[in-house]
């Protein structure tokens, strides 16, 4: 029985079931690969105004606990798979997937060929789409036709230019204390670290509350004073939402930062925003990354990680050797593309060489995901401790 049905912006339909909540939702479809992880994926804030497709069939087999989520609500704007667990089986399960996205609302639908519909996302790229079900999809107990809805899906914003990430940010700032071997909260951290929340995961300040890090969390709309009243060792811009190339705010305040040679480190939304500041393009790449096994190699070590990615811009820097950063004449100095996607050579990591600055595109925090990217917040911890952020001639 077809009682819900996706529209893609070009026109192509896939019929199939409610999954999740009855009505409708519009926004950017896009894959994810992973076999595991869907609770993390669904409370990832980069997913805000994202429909997410799984490839992989089976989707909700272990339920939804208490303890996976990436915040406090699930982010995604609609949700696509082809074949729900019908019960769900782990000790930590407290709700069926079903329960929980239809309790939050979230539209869905599943039983529909994800293989397809991926394989035209991959040649098409991605685009805008549409779920319909129940009064969305009937009118007088008609099936509206599909050009009714088609308009409705081209009705809706784009991703390019969306500047998102203050729709995700927390309004307060709040602390992640650090924490001694033994889980227990340390009197004297190791480190202070000023995040800026442009949609930040959960894990990303507990993996640096793990290392003795004591981590000032900060809206989107921080401003240079508000950092530095946190006394900052280091400063952490995070992953989030929408097109690194509408952040106006937030690369001027990144460059606020560079200019005190307070050390940095960004992850994702984050990389492109320091590329941004440095004075770098960014650009839309044609359907993304977004899964948890993408060979990345460290150029520096030669070493190739396995990664979580979720992203569908790229920085737009030079592969090979060093480059002057454009911005402002050169004022930065030089940088190197420190990481790189073997899939298809984008950009993954940038390391400023004459700044104490550096970035990655893709999840050291590894929710969900393999960790054999964890060495990241070791960097950033021994790029904090080694030099004194008030030295104006310390660069790393
Ligand atoms: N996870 C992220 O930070 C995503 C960054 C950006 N919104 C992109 O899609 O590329």
């Known amino acids: 029985m077809t009682d819900a049905v996706l529209v893609l912006e070009d026109g192509r339909t896939f019929a199939g079931r409610v999954y999740g909540a009855t009505g409708r939702t519009l926004g950017e479809i896009v894959f994810n690969t992973g076999m595991t992880g869907y609770q993390e994926t669904l409370t990832d804030p980069s997913y805000h105004r994202q429909i997410v497709v799984m490839t992989a069939p089976h989707i909700g087999n272990t339920g939804v606990n208490d303890e996976d989520p990436e915040s406090d609500r699930i982010w995604v704007a609609g949700y696509v798979v082809r074949d729900p667990a019908r019960r769900s089986s782990s000790w930590r399960a407290r709700r069926t997937l079903d329960e929980e996205l239809a309790a939050q609302g979230i539209v869905g639908i599943s039983g529909i060929d994800t293989r397809a519909l991926t394989r035209h996302l991959r040649e098409r790229g991605v685009m805008r789409a549409g779920i319909f079900s129940g009064d969305a999809l009937l009118a007088d107990g008609e099936r509206r036709p599909d050009d009714e809805l088609l308009d409705e899906v081209l009705a809706a914003p784009a991703m390019a230019g969306a500047d998102l990430a203050g729709e995700v940010s927390t309004d307060e700032a709040y602390v992640v204390e650090a924490l001694g071997p033994d889980g227990q909260p340390l009197a004297e951290p190791v480190a202070t670290v000023a995040a800026v929340d442009l949609g930040i995961k959960a894990m990303t300040p507990q993996r640096l509350a793990e290392r003795g890090v004591r981590v000032h969390v900060l809206p989107a709309t921080a401003t240079i004073d508000d950092v530095l009243a946190t006394s900052p060792d280091g400063v952490f811009f995070s992953n989030g939402p929408g097109d690194p190339s509408a952040a106006t705010h937030e690369v001027d305040l990144l460059r606020d930062v560079l200019d005190r040679r307070i050390p940095f480190f960004g992850i994702c939304y984050g990389n492109q925003l320091l590329g941004r500041a440095l004075g770098y393009g960014t650009y839309k790449l044609g359907y993304g990354h977004r899964g948890v096994n993408q060979p990345v190699m460290d ?76 060495y990241l917040f070791d960097r950033f911890v021994e790029l904090m401790t080694a030099q004194n952020p008030n030295d104006e001639k310390g660069a790393a």
């Not at 899939?343 to 050291?364: I, K, M, T, W």
């Open 299 to 374: 150029r520096l070590t030669g070493k190739v990680e396995i990664t979580a990615h979720n992203h569908g811009f790229a920085v737009d820097a030079p592969l090979d050797g060093e480059s002057t950063a454009p911005h402002d004449g050169g004022r930065y100095g030089r940088v190197v593309v420190s990481h790189v996607d073997l899939n298809d050579d984008v950009v993954e990591g940038l390391r400023a060489l004459d700044l104490p600055a550096f970035s990655v595109q893709y999840h050291p925090e590894a929710a969900a995901g393999p960790h054999d990217a964890a």
